[in-house]
């Protein structure tokens, strides 16, 4: 073989040549898949870093397999496309809201002429989210890039989940973070939202970094980075307010609610005494009429709210007495028994919504192994919450108390099936690591019970084993 240049094989060189002039293509048509590329690379090794070479080799097939699949539905979706009859293709409705104003921003930021009507809407405050922005500073760098959104939600999320894994790897363990980490590349609704170009994966990458940050101010103690981390956490809280209407609400209630359910968990006393003392500070607090009055005006808000989301398209579905719908000014004079069951049914259909027998579209029926394990994951949530606690009782409250507060909001709020799916993902990327605590529980203790069974039938007990060695 020829020397080539500087000793290096001219092969070398030549498949080098090749592939440069191959990346340079591949950046002229879209400079966000090179991006994306590099991007992903990074990722991958910040994630297998300071893992043995067994769960190294694990956790970057599932990486690499799931980039590979998103990277394919984006690249079909732009094949499928007639480009003839429409700018670029799209997963969801919505997605056109948010390329054509990202578009028109770019537009206008660069100095592109736009149409006045566009450049009226494109600054419209009825949906806003500073998502619009992000995507327009995105096509400012690069240029029009609606298929590039899709990679850049996808890189979004994958981020989100790793930052999930790394947090939950050294308290959870192998077996569990694994499984975690799966059902949250591979579940359907999940892959779906998360090569969307909406802002779910941002918003999902802000709260998964918001409960990282937590965790290490909880666990620091150098005053010094605990000050930093703290800063840091409040301005983020405050940017996912932006990104969604009522997210600095939902992620920072859920932060709190985990700090303080730790700080009860922790001290025996307390829980003793919140369990006795709450009901009678409710029962006091109730009795004043105005702490009464603001209790049902926030209940028959949020009952209006649901009403409303019965009267769009799809499939739907209720929570209020039937009068209620009847009559939408009834909802002034709900009375105490009518909101209880409002709030019990909400929570009870939140779980349970769709019911499989009542699937009636494809869609709906195609749904349905998915529900399944949504139940599997509800069923496995009580056991891996009490097994969680005792690995690690900070992370596991924050999970759960940001999983409360967004699902609490979402059930008395919605009424349409379409739209609960979609929102419920908002709930599933946290308690998914400790219902798959509780599995890994069960399936140890099946493993340790089947061994003991085979010991005495040997004439010898095994030794015992514990679901967190898993």
Same mark, same amino acid.
Request: charged fraction near 15%; hydrophobic fraction near 55%.
């Given at each position: 073989?020829?020397?080539?240049?500087?000793?290096?094989?001219?092969?070398?060189?030549?498949?080098?040549?090749?592939?440069?002039?191959?990346?340079?293509?591949?950046?002229?048509?879209?400079?966000?898949?090179?991006?994306?590329? *590099?991007?992903?690379?990074?990722?991958?090794?910040?994630?297998?870093?300071?893992?043995?070479?067994?769960?190294?080799?694990?956790?970057? /097939?599932?990486?690499?397999?799931?980039?590979?699949? !998103?990277?394919?539905?984006?690249?079909?979706?732009?094949?499928?496309?007639?480009? +003839?009859?429409?700018?670029?293709?799209?997963?969801?409705?919505?997605?056109?809201?948010?390329?054509?104003?990202?578009?028109?921003?770019?537009?206008?930021?660069?100095?592109?002429?736009?149409?006045?009507?566009?450049?009226?809407?494109?600054?419209?405050?009825?949906?806003?989210?500073?998502?619009?922005?992000?995507?327009?500073?995105?096509?400012?760098?690069?240029?029009?890039?609606?298929?590039?959104?899709?990679?850049?939600?996808?890189?979004?999320?994958?981020?989100?989940?790793?930052?999930?894994?790394?947090?939950? #790897?050294?308290?959870?363990? #192998?077996?569990?973070?694994?499984?975690?980490?799966?059902?949250?590349?591979?579940?359907?609704?999940?892959?779906?939202?998360?090569?969307?170009?909406?802002?779910?994966?941002?918003?999902?990458?802000?709260?998964?970094?918001?409960?990282?940050?937590?965790?290490?101010?909880?666990?620091?103690?150098?005053?010094? $980075?605990?000050? /930093?981390?703290?800063?840091?956490?409040?301005?983020?809280?405050?940017?996912?307010?932006?990104?969604?209407?009522?997210?600095?609400?939902?992620?920072?209630?859920?932060?709190?609610?985990?700090?303080?359910?730790?700080?009860? %968990?922790? =001290?025996?006393?307390?829980?003793?005494?919140?369990? %006795?003392?709450?009901?009678?500070?409710?029962?006091?607090?109730? =009795?004043?009429?105005?702490?009464?009055?603001?209790?049902?005006?926030?209940?028959?808000?949020?009952?209006?709210?649901?009403?409303?989301? /019965?009267?769009?398209?799809?499939?739907?579905?209720?929570?209020?007495?039937?009068?209620?719908?009847?009559?939408?000014?009834?909802?002034?004079?709900?009375?105490?028994?009518?909101?209880?069951?409002?709030?019990?049914?909400?929570? +009870? #259909?939140?779980?349970?919504?769709?019911?499989?027998? +009542?699937?009636?579209?494809?869609?709906?029926?195609?749904?349905?192994?998915?529900?399944?394990?949504?139940?599997?994951?509800?069923?496995? *949530?009580?056991?891996?919450? *009490?097994?969680?606690? !005792? #690995?690690?009782?900070?992370?596991?409250? $924050?999970?759960?108390?940001?999983?409360?507060?967004?699902?609490?909001?979402?059930?008395?709020?919605?009424?349409?099936?379409?739209?609960?799916?979609?929102?419920?993902?908002?709930?599933?990327?946290?308690?998914?690591?400790?219902?798959?605590?509780?599995?890994?529980?069960?399936?140890? =203790?099946?493993?340790?019970?089947? +061994?003991?069974?085979?010991?005495?039938?040997?004439?010898?007990?095994?030794?015992?084993?514990?679901?967190?060695?898993?």
């Amino acid at each position: 073989m020829n020397a080539g240049w500087f000793g290096v094989p001219a092969r070398t060189w030549l498949m080098a040549t090749l592939a440069g002039i191959g990346v340079g293509i591949v950046y002229a048509l879209s400079p966000l898949t090179v991006w994306f590329a *590099l991007g992903m690379y990074a990722l991958v090794h910040y994630a297998v870093q300071d893992l043995d070479d067994t769960e190294r080799r694990q956790v970057t /097939i599932l990486l690499v397999v799931a980039i590979a699949f !998103r990277t394919i539905a984006v690249a079909v979706l732009f094949v499928t496309t007639n480009h +003839e009859q429409v700018p670029f293709g799209r997963f969801f409705g919505d997605e056109e809201f948010y390329l054509r104003h990202s578009i028109w921003l770019r537009n206008i930021a660069v100095g592109i002429p736009v149409h006045t009507s566009d450049f009226a809407f494109a600054f419209d405050t009825l949906s806003w989210t500073s998502y619009l922005y992000v995507l327009a500073f995105l096509q400012v760098l690069v240029g029009p890039a609606p298929y590039g959104a899709h990679l850049f939600g996808a890189a979004l999320y994958l981020t989100a989940a790793v930052v999930l894994f790394r947090t939950a #790897r050294p308290v959870f363990g #192998r077996a569990s973070s694994l499984m975690g980490l799966t059902v949250l590349l591979y579940l359907p609704s999940l892959f779906a939202w998360s090569i969307s170009a909406l802002k779910e994966p941002l918003y999902f990458l802000a709260t998964a970094c918001a409960i990282a940050l937590t965790v290490k101010l909880a666990r620091d103690r150098r005053l010094r $980075i605990r000050l /930093i981390v703290l800063a840091a956490l409040v301005v983020l809280v405050s940017a996912i307010g932006t990104i969604r209407d009522g997210g600095a609400v939902l992620a920072g209630g859920g932060i709190l609610a985990g700090l303080a359910g730790a700080w009860i %968990v922790r =001290r025996p006393w307390a829980a003793a005494a919140l369990v %006795v003392l709450l009901p009678i500070a409710a029962g006091l607090t109730l =009795r004043v009429p105005r702490t009464q009055i603001r209790a049902y005006n926030l209940l028959q808000s949020a009952a209006r709210l649901h009403r409303a989301f /019965i009267e769009t398209p799809g499939w739907v579905y209720t929570l209020l007495d039937q009068r209620f719908y009847d009559d939408g000014q009834a909802i002034t004079d709900m009375r105490f028994d009518e909101a209880a069951r409002y709030v019990v049914r909400a929570a +009870e #259909r939140y779980v349970t919504v769709p019911l499989p027998w +009542e699937a009636k579209s494809p869609a709906a029926v195609a749904y349905l192994p998915e529900q399944v394990v949504w139940y599997v994951l509800v069923a496995l *949530l009580p056991i891996g919450l *009490l097994f969680s606690l !005792r #690995r690690d009782v900070v992370l596991t409250m $924050i999970l759960c108390g940001v999983t409360a507060v967004s699902a609490s909001a979402i059930a008395l709020l919605n009424g349409n099936v379409g739209s609960l799916v979609r929102l419920r993902v908002l709930a599933i990327p946290y308690l998914t690591w400790l219902s798959m605590v509780g599995l890994c529980e069960l399936l140890a =203790r099946a493993s340790q019970h089947r +061994e003991s069974a085979v010991g005495v039938a040997q004439g010898f007990s095994p030794p015992r084993s514990t679901g967190q060695q898993a």
